[in-house]
């Protein structure tokens, strides 16, 4: 299985909804990241987990909580959040967390914040 | 910190060649190559990791100038299949082991 698999597709929420990402693989890796990437934007990083603990916040806001339960799955819940967080999430996951490891992204999730 | 790719975008023909740079203010220790279609995930094409270092995937090949801070991503006889956005990304030496993405340069290839 060399896939990151990403649920839900889409998500709409309002801004005092709670929801939750979730992504998963199954390729062994140790490190596994979290990127918010607007339109016609590059993926801008948001959170780093290696070997299932936080090791890179880029200080995001703390409507989104991250959280590593175990090596194959991340999740992202979601508060409180403000239109313009209205984006496309990308999981991506790499075998180890260095400079020459190519990172492996899943599908997406498009969320929409009315 | 973010590289900056040029150009922005190219229109190309298929079978024409495009060449796409990428140009770093700091000191590298790797530089990521990613395409992106539509709609769809960024997809990993390849690592450049010392000066100088040159490599290929197919048709697409890239360079790495440690000195210059610069790496190139060549597309030679390009294919439909190559139209997406190629994304750049950086890891600086002497900082947070974290990719920075360039802007992006959208490549369109017409029949």
């Known amino acids: 299985d060399t896939e990151v698999t990403q649920t839900p597709k889409h998500l709409v929420m309002g801004m005092t909804n709670k929801k939750s990402l979730k992504c998963e693989q199954h390729?062994?890796?140790?490190?596994m990241y979290w990127y918010k990437q607007k339109a016609k934007k590059p993926p801008e990083l948001m959170f780093v987990y290696s070997y299932e603990k936080l090791s890179i916040n880029e200080s995001v806001p703390s409507r989104f909580s991250p959280e590593c339960p175990n090596s194959s799955l991340l999740n992202l819940h979601l508060h409180a959040l403000q239109p313009e967080d209205s984006a496309l999430y990308l999981c991506a996951s790499s075998p180890g967390y260095s400079f020459y490891n190519e990172q492996f992204f899943g599908p997406g999730t498009r969320l929409t914040v009315l | 910190q973010q590289p900056v790719q040029s150009p922005q975008a190219v229109i190309l023909r298929e079978g024409e060649d495009a060449v796409i740079n990428c140009s770093s203010s700091?000191?590298?220790?790797?530089v990521h190559w990613y395409r992106q279609k539509h709609g769809e995930a960024p997809v990993f094409l390849m690592i450049l990791l010392k000066g100088g270092e040159q490599k290929g995937h197919e048709k697409i090949s890239a360079s790495f100038n440690e000195k210059k801070q610069q790496s190139s991503l060549y597309l030679t006889a390009s294919q439909l299949s190559y139209s997406g956005t190629y994304f750049c990304?950086?890891?600086?030496?002497?900082?947070?082991?974290?990719?920075?993405f360039g802007q992006g340069t959208r490549l369109t290839i017409n029949p």
């Open positions: 700091k000191a590298l220790y790797s």
């Open positions: 390729m062994g890796h140790r490190a």
């Open positions: 990304g950086t890891l600086p030496r002497g900082g947070a082991q974290k990719l920075v």
